[in-house]
C-alpha cells in the first residue's frame, strides 16, 4: 500500500554536482510526473511519461533530465546543480492522463 | 496557457464554521479538476476528483462543485474543525496537450479551536 514513493527525503547538493531522485508507484499508473514547488509559484511541470520508454518537457525542463525505464520508476537528474534549482520536488503518477492524480512525500533539494 | 487562481491565499475561521475555497480557471476544455490538501512539509493528499460532466462530488464534510462554462469550481467545507488547517490547491488536466495538472497556488486554511 505504498503508493508513490520518493527517495531520498532531503538533499543538501553543492553547485555543479549532480544527483538523481528516484520516484517508485506500485499503482501500475502509466502517467508518470515530476513537479517543483516554489513559494508563490505554485507546482509546475518540469517532465513527464506516458509510459514505459517515453518522456517529454514540461514547463520548466532547462537544467533537469529523466528517464522511465521501468514502467514504476521515473528517474530526475541534475547534471550540474544550481541555487536556482533549490526547491521541493514531487513526483506524481496517474492510471491515465485524465484519472486521479497521486503524489509521493516530496523531496527538499538545497543547492549552496 | 491553463491559469489557475485560488482565491483568498489566506483565511482563518473560528472552529465550527461552514467555509467555501474558490477557484477559477481560465480555459474550460478540461478532463477534470481535483481538490489536493497540503499539510506543512507534506506532499499532496487527493481530496475529491470532478470529472469536466459531473457537476459536483462529496466526500464526508467537503463538497466539490464545478461550473466548467464559467470556469469556477468550489470546495465547501461544514463544520470545520482544526485538523482542517492546512493548505488546500485546486488542479485542472486540460484536454489539449499533455494532459498533465495545472495548479493554482492554494488557499492556506486555519482553523482556529
Known amino acids: 500500500n505504498a503508493g508513490v514513493t520518493q527517495t531520498p527525503k532531503f538533499r543538501v547538493l553543492k553547485t555543479g554536482q549532480s544527483m538523481t531522485l528516484l520516484c517508485a508507484q506500485d499503482m501500475n499508473h502509466e502517467y508518470m510526473y515530476w513537479y517543483r514547488q516554489d513559494p508563490g509559484m505554485g507546482l509546475r511541470l518540469i517532465h513527464y511519461s506516458v509510459g514505459e520508454g517515453t518522456t517529454a518537457k514540461g514547463e520548466v525542463p532547462d537544467g533537469y533530465n529523466v528517464s522511465r525505464l521501468k514502467k514504476q520508476n521515473f528517474l530526475l537528474g541534475l547534471e550540474s546543480a544550481a541555487p536556482s534549482q533549490t526547491s521541493v520536488y514531487f513526483c506524481a503518477s496517474s492510471l491515465t492522463g485524465s484519472t486521479e492524480a497521486f503524489f509521493g512525500q516530496g523531496t527538499r533539494l538545497t543547492v549552496v | 496557457k491553463q491559469e489557475v487562481t485560488q482565491i483568498p491565499a489566506a483565511l482563518s475561521v473560528p472552529e465550527g464554521e461552514n467555509l467555501v475555497l474558490n477557484c477559477s480557471f481560465t480555459?474550460?476544455?478540461?478532463?477534470?479538476l481535483q481538490w489536493f490538501r497540503q499539510d506543512p512539509g507534506k506532499g499532496l493528499t487527493s481530496l475529491l476528483l470532478?470529472?469536466?460532466?459531473?457537476r459536483e462530488q462529496t466526500s464526508g464534510r467537503l463538497n466539490a462543485s464545478l461550473d466548467k462554462s464559467s470556469g469556477r469550481s468550489t470546495l465547501y467545507i461544514a463544520a470545520s474543525q482544526p485538523g482542517d488547517s492546512a493548505t488546500y490547491l485546486c488542479?485542472?488536466?486540460?484536454?489539449?496537450?499533455?494532459?498533465?495538472?495545472?495548479f493554482g497556488t492554494g488557499t492556506r486554511l486555519t482553523v482556529i479551536p
Open positions: 488542479a485542472v488536466v486540460q484536454r489539449t496537450g499533455a494532459n498533465n495538472l495545472f
Open positions: 470532478i470529472q469536466s460532466s459531473q
Open positions: 480555459d474550460s476544455a478540461i478532463y477534470n
